[in-house]
């Protein structure tokens, strides 16, 4: 069973960092910014920390923390792929927070806590076997089998774009070859975009020429969706899943799901569940952050 939300929550992605305060199940405020990728942990913490005070948090207060990256089981949080957030490595984190924020404190990675928001208040009510799978700057997701996430010591479940895909042909910043992340991530889209002569293109960029019916975008964006509806057939196939929500800023892009659902049509009956969008939009990491 879910915890009832109230207290305040934390999303920090590749893309950028959110802070949110909940009363009584409902987000009633929120703020943002731009993650500094590049930044050292002592900054990212200070951003953390503006935020919260945006929001009136006083250390104590219930926090949950959702962190892009592995957080293991001592608490230490590491980046997978390198690109995401470079000079995150083997932080004491859980440490460095209830420092700063108090002890009534909850740390879990973005993916698995979006899972868990879903799960527990948006697009996964009503079954027992659920899938999350965030497309952003990079591809994650979570899986939650009657009410909890699946989870490892080494904090490595969840990290479901680092499987390999029969369409990848690029190394990925995790130090495996041709994985979901290196297809459909949106760092990989704009390498492929980059790789088909067209240069400084981000993913948002890729999809506008997509949906202008551009043949390179509609090649490289189909193929991601291609590589997630393989993916959703696979992951099927090891949990069971009875319905899978897709996320992230390229996840709930106009069409993409569309294309997801037609490359999904194709595999047999017993790998298709249910697939939607998330419910709670981007907002699905704070839920569940604070859900644990």
């Not at 506008?208 to 993916?231: D, F, G, M, P, V």
């Not at 099927?236 to 294309?259: C, K, M, N, Q, Y």
């Amino acid at each position: 069973m879910a915890k009832a939300l109230n207290g305040f929550a934390i999303d920090l992605g590749g893309t950028k960092l959110a802070a949110a305060r909940f009363e009584a199940n409902k987000l009633v405020e929120k703020a943002q910014m731009p993650t500094k990728a590049d930044a050292p942990f002592e900054d990212l913490c200070a951003a953390m920390a503006m935020l919260l005070d945006q929001l009136g948090f006083c250390q104590g207060n219930r926090l949950g923390v959702a962190l892009t990256g592995r957080i293991d089981q001592s608490g230490h949080w590491s980046a997978v792929n390198g690109g995401t957030l470079p000079k995150i490595k083997d932080i004491d984190v859980r440490n460095a927070f209830t420092n700063m924020f108090g002890t009534n404190l909850t740390i879990l990675n973005d993916a698995t806590a979006a899972a868990c928001g879903e799960a527990h208040f948006g697009a996964g009510q009503g079954v027992s076997a659920f899938g999350y799978i965030t497309i952003s700057t990079g591809v994650g997701g979570g899986i939650v089998l009657n009410g909890q996430p699946v989870t490892s010591p080494n904090g490595l479940a969840g990290h479901i774009g680092f499987m390999r895909s029969p369409l990848g042909n690029a190394e990925c910043g995790c130090g495996r070859f041709g994985t979901v992340e290196s297809v459909a991530g949106g760092r990989a889209m704009a390498h492929q975009a980059h790789v088909a002569g067209f240069e400084n293109l981000n993913a948002k960029m890729i999809f506008e020429a997509y949906l202008a019916n551009e043949k390179w975008a509609t090649e490289i964006i189909s193929r991601a969706a291609q590589a997630i509806a393989i993916q959703i057939a696979d992951l099927t196939s090891i949990f069971g899943l009875e319905r899978v929500a897709i996320g992230g800023s390229i996840g709930l892009a106009d069409g993409f799901l569309e294309l997801i659902s037609l490359s999904l049509s194709k595999e047999p009956d017993l790998f298709q569940p249910d697939v939607r969008c998330a419910a709670l939009g981007s907002n699905s990491p704070l839920f569940g952050a604070l859900c644990i």
